[in-house]
Nanobody, 128 residues
Framework: QLQLVESGGGLVQPGGSLRLSCAAS????????IGWFRQAPGKEREGVSC????????NYADSVKGRFIIARDNDKNTVYLVMNSLTAEDTAVYYC?????????????????????WGQGAQVTVSS
């Protein structure tokens, strides 16, 4: 059974950076596309980014394009989300999720229902 655990969240000032990690256990991530989502209070969960199983393809929501970078290290069974130039609008609980399909190309951010495994979430708060 694949388990995902996010870490690296916290409080950061506007303009700052954070790196989130999504560590997997119980199974390999080699055959999974991984997505990052976020959910702010009172809002729906939204897709932030997606990375294909090989790491060769990525996709970003327009709201984070140019500021966030998704990457993966399959040897460490971990996916990262580097977040730069953070603003208050980035404040949310961030989740990683696995889509068990090694051919999923991540030409778009997949919907919530397309992912099979989820982490518990990591709080990111951007405030001065």
């Amino acid at each position: 059974q694949l388990q995902l655990v996010e870490s690296g969240g916290g409080l950061v000032q506007p303009g700052g950076s954070l790196r989130l990690s999504c560590a997997a256990s119980g199974s390999t991530l080699d055959y999974s596309a991984i997505g990052w989502f976020r959910q702010a209070p009172g809002k729906e969960r939204e897709g932030v980014s997606c990375i294909s199983s090989s790491g060769g393809r990525t996709n970003y929501a327009d709201s984070v394009k140019g500021r966030f970078i998704i990457a993966r290290d399959n040897d460490k069974n971990t996916v990262y989300l580097v977040m730069n130039s953070l603003t208050a609008e980035d404040t949310a609980v961030y989740y990683c999720a696995a889509l068990i399909d090694q051919y999923a190309p991540c030409v778009r951010n997949y919907d919530v229902y397309e992912y099979e495994y989820w982490g518990q979430g990591a709080q990111v708060t951007v405030s001065s």
